[in-house]
C-alpha cells in the first residue's frame, strides 16, 4: 500500500481518527503517511499544534465498514476508498505576498508609462491585480493616486525580468508596422528611459558649467579687489613723501 493516495488534509484526518475510533497508531499512522509517534503525541494531547478533526467519512475517503475492518483487525490496512481530488492552479491573476501587494500600483503605473503597448489583460497576469485598478491607475482616479510611484515590477518583486521581457517581447508583436517610407519608432520604454538619462545628463553638465563659470567670476572678482587694494596702497604711498 506503499503507493496508496493519503488524505487531504492528514494531521486533522489523523486527529480525528484518534478521537473518534478504535484504530491503532500504526494503522492510523499508515493511512494518513504519518510517523507513529506523531500519532502518538496527538493522542497523548502532546503535539505542538491542536489540529480540528477532519472526519474522512464525509469526504468519501473512509468508509464505516472500512474502519469497522481495521478495528476487528489490528492487522488490517485500511484501504483509501476515494482518493482527494487533486488541487491545481486555475487560470486567473498571479498570487502576490501580501506584504508586496501595497507594491502593485507602482509596478503598474511603471508598466502603463515604459510600455503602453502591453495590454490591461498582460499587465492583469503579470503582476496580479485586476483591470479595475489598472483602469483607476490610468486615468489617475485611484484612491491613492497621490503617493503612487512608478517603480520597476522587477526591483519590486512582483515579476522576474524574464517574465517581463516576454510580456513586452509578445506585446511588440502586436504593434502595427510601420507604413512605408517611415522609420520604425524605438520602443517606448527604450525612448522614455533614453531621454531621461540624456536630460539628466544635460542637467549634470549645466549644473557643472554654471559651477565652473562662478568659480572663475569668483576668482577673478577676487583677484580685481587685490590689485585694487594694491593700487591704492601705492598712491597713498606715494603721497605721502611729497606731502612732508
Known sequence: MADQPTPLMPHATATWLVDNTGLSFEQIAEFCGLH????QAMADDLAGSKYTGRDPLHSGE?????????????????????????VSRTKGPRYTPVSKRQDKPDGIAWLLRNHPEISDAQISKLIGTTRNTITAIRERSHWNIQNIQPKDPVTLGLCSQRELDAVVAKAAKNLPAPEEGEAPAAPTGVS?????IEELRAEREANEKA????????????????????????EEAGETPGEA
Open 36 to 39: 507513529i509517534l506523531e500519532v
Open 62 to 86: 473512509l468508509t464505516q465498514e472500512e474502519i469497522a475492518r481495521g478495528e476487528a483487525d489490528s492487522e488490517y490496512t485500511l484501504k483509501m476508498q476515494r482518493a482527494p481530488v487533486a
Open 192 to 196: 522614455d528611459r533614453e531621454k531621461l
Open 211 to 234: 559651477a565652473a563659470e562662478a568659480a572663475q567670476e569668483a576668482e577673478a572678482e577676487a583677484w580685481l579687489t587685490a590689485k585694487r587694494a594694491a593700487e591704492e596702497a601705492g
